[in-house]
């Protein structure tokens, strides 16, 4: 299985960014997904999870009403809309399979890199 993530950048605070992870190697349609971020000494956490059935989604309180996952299934895609930008949320992000287990996953794409500073 390979992840491919895209889309970060330096940006403000308050502003917006769209992260894009194109996957490969399972049966997305049918995968349940997460967007996961790791700051700088910081473990690895879940912001963002979306299930086979699109509209059921979730999200921890630290980025609720922020940030919005959706999927392209057509496109074996998975993004994260993230709006109100702060700088706590300065991290690596990356997508994966969800799981509660997620720190024991060997797999990871590379991340794309999110900084929000002015």
């Known amino acids: 299985v390979q992840f491919v993530e895209s889309g970060g950048a330096l940006v403000q605070p308050g502003g917006s960014l769209r992260l894009s992870c194109v996957v490969s190697?399972?049966?997305?349609?049918?995968?349940?997904l997460s967007w996961y971020r790791q700051a700088p000494g910081k473990r690895r956490e879940m912001v963002a999870s979306?299930?086979?059935?699109?509209?059921?989604?979730n999200y921890p309180d630290s980025v609720k009403d922020r940030f919005e996952i959706t999927r392209d299934n057509a496109k074996n895609t998975v993004y994260l809309q993230m709006s109100r930008l702060k700088p706590e949320d300065t991290a690596v992000y990356y997508c994966n399979q969800y799981s509660v287990n997620f720190n024991r996953f060997s797999n990871w794409g590379q991340g794309t890199r999110v900084t929000v500073s002015s």
């Open positions: 979306i299930f086979r059935n699109p509209a059921i989604t």
């Open positions: 190697g399972l049966d997305f349609s049918s995968s349940y």
